[in-house]
């Protein structure tokens, strides 16, 4: 069950989960994927150009009218063409080239928040993206 990071495909879940612990009755989801980038640059394009890897305008809560998502102020918001802003999430930990943290709650009002954890590791000439959810 692979989907695509960064522009690249991922390969499924990448093996056992780091944490036992489990969300909402859920064990976590992970996925990995090596990126031909630099891990400084995966890092930026993860955090930075949101919208050159995530589809907005299908997976956005303003639909076509989603002009942007970034991380801002320590969180992660998502603009419409109107101006109006819906958080996605508050940032809990940024290590620039090494890990990001965040609660994921798009819209919501993040009470009933997950965690989504996405660690950059060099791996060659380019970079393995771990993301657990």
């Given at each position: 069950?692979?989907?695509?990071?960064?522009?690249?495909r991922t390969h499924g879940l990448c093996g056992p989960c780091r944490r036992s612990k489990?969300?909402?009755?859920?064990p976590?989801?992970?996925?990995?994927?090596w990126v031909n980038r630099p891990i400084d640059e995966a890092f930026h394009v993860f955090t930075s150009e949101i919208r050159a890897w995530w589809p907005?305008?299908?997976h956005?809560?303003?639909g076509d009218a989603s002009a942007s998502v970034a991380f801002s102020d320590?969180?992660?918001v998502e603009q419409s063409v109107d101006g109006s802003e819906?958080?996605?999430g508050k940032v809990l930990a940024w290590e620039p080239s090494v890990r990001l943290v965040f609660t994921w709650h798009p819209?919501?009002?993040g009470e009933e928040a997950s965690e989504v954890e996405v660690v950059f590791e060099a791996d060659g000439a380019g970079t393995r993206v771990v993301i657990e959810h």
């Open positions: 069950m692979g989907g695509f990071i960064l522009g690249r489990m969300m909402s009755g859920f976590p989801v992970v996925r990995a994927a907005l305008p299908s956005g809560l303003f320590g969180q992660l819906a958080i996605w819209g919501g009002d």
